[in-house]
């Protein structure tokens, strides 16, 4: 995805649509305006750069900060108001670089590129901007998802000035009261770790303890079966042997023979 492309993807995920949408309600016109698409900074287009701008800054400052910062010059109406505009967009831009949160080689031009409005290193930058404000708005929207503690940020943007002071050589300088919240977030995170690593220990252990005691059981069973099975067997062995039963003599098998009547004789055959 080249820049043009990634810049109005995360205008639409930002809301951008809905501002331009605003907009055309209020001043009472249709269709989508000619200023403003993928590739509306090809060209010199000071009127998207200003919505853009401004939308871009709104999402990351804030409506309030943004509207009392700029009250006596958004929307600019003339010259002297959006010369005032510019430098305050630039004071703002600079203000995002000093914590690190934009490349600094680009915010140093920054007044050039408002004066052109347009071009690659535009376009670089109001993509990093549009990056920092999706960051800001998802940080918003969802604070669980947001691995950094919320009393660390002004640490973490005092730190990431510090190791640029490091890079040109100046002394770096964290004040105390900054460490105070560093270690106490340190120690929380330390001991919250520390009661995972035992619930987890616990837990394991009653698990092991309870198939101990099912295999215990089961060795249990398993001995008395064998134990009933061998006294069944020596049971069995100790049965004496069946008997063959005695042969009738001939008088008891005579008797117990079927006769015969003969009519004719009158005698039993």
């Known amino acids: 995805m080249d820049l043009e492309e990634s810049l109005w993807t995360s205008l639409q995920l930002l809301g951008f649509a809905d501002r331009l949408s605003e907009s055309r309600k209020e001043n009472r016109t249709s269709g989508f305006p000619e200023e403003f698409g993928p590739y509306m900074f090809r060209r010199g287009n000071g009127t998207a750069l200003d919505e853009v701008l401004h939308f871009l800054l709104e999402k990351v400052y804030g409506v309030d900060v943004l509207k009392r910062e ?121 001991s919250d770790s520390e009661e995972l690593f035992l619930r987890v220990c616990e837990n394991s252990t009653s698990s092991h303890e309870a198939w101990k005691a099912v295999a215990n059981s089961l060795t249990s069973t398993y001995r008395d079966l064998l134990a009933k099975n061998s006294a069944l067997e020596q049971a069995l062995d100790r049965l004496p042997e069946r008997e063959q039963a005695p042969a009738f003599s001939e008088e008891v098998r005579a008797v117990m023979e079927p006769r015969l009547y003969d009519p004719r004789a009158g005698t039993v055959i």
């Open 70 to 190: 700029l009250r006596n010059c958004w929307p600019p109406a003339d010259g002297r108001q959006r010369t005032e505009w510019k430098r305050m967009a630039k004071k703002f831009l600079e203000s995002l670089a000093s914590g690190g949160l934009l490349p600094q080689k680009l915010v140093s031009s920054a007044a050039s590129l408002l004066q052109t409005a347009s071009g690659t290193r535009l376009l670089e930058l109001l993509c990093h901007l549009a990056d920092h404000a999706l960051r800001t708005v998802h940080t918003q929207m969802f604070p669980a998802d947001n691995s950094v503690p919320a009393q660390l940020t002004h640490v973490l943007q005092k730190l990431t000035k510090n190791r640029q002071e490091i890079r040109t050589g100046r002394e770096p300088s964290l004040p105390e009261p900054l460490l105070s919240p560093l270690i106490d977030a340190s120690k929380s995170r330390t």
